[in-house]
């Protein structure tokens, strides 16, 4: 069974950074393309970073120079290190398969006031 569970959001002044966290329980972790995604409220989720299985990596141009994805294979854990937070980047963060899987964990909340 499919396990995501996200961990370090939290409330951040703008220009801050945080580092977020992601242990997956999926079969063949090491293997598969992992994603980072994030829903605002009202809108729709959207992908923010992905990493294949040999740490290449792609951003969304809205946190590209900003955000980096990382994963420890041995740990079945992926990262997200965000620094210079803006007030748009506040949305509930998901980690995921890529492409996604039906199987979404509870999310961490990231709140950036200005």
């Known amino acids: 069974q499919v396990q995501l569970v996200e961990s370090g959001g939290g409330l951040v002044q703008a220009g801050g950074s945080l580092r977020l966290s992601c242990v997956a329980s999926i079969k063949f972790f090491g293997l598969k393309p992992m994603g980072w995604y994030r829903q605002a409220p009202g809108r729709q989720r959207e992908l923010v970073a992905r990493i294949t299985r040999d740490g290449n990596t792609n951003y969304a141009d809205s946190v590209k120079g900003r955000f980096t994805i990382s994963r420890d294979n041995a740990k079945n854990t992926v990262y997200l290190q965000m620094y210079s937070l803006k007030p748009e980047d506040t949305a509930v963060y998901y980690c995921?398969?890529?492409?996604?899987?039906?199987?979404w964990g509870q999310g961490t909340q990231v709140t950036v006031s200005s």
């Open positions: 995921n398969s890529f492409p996604s899987s039906v199987n």
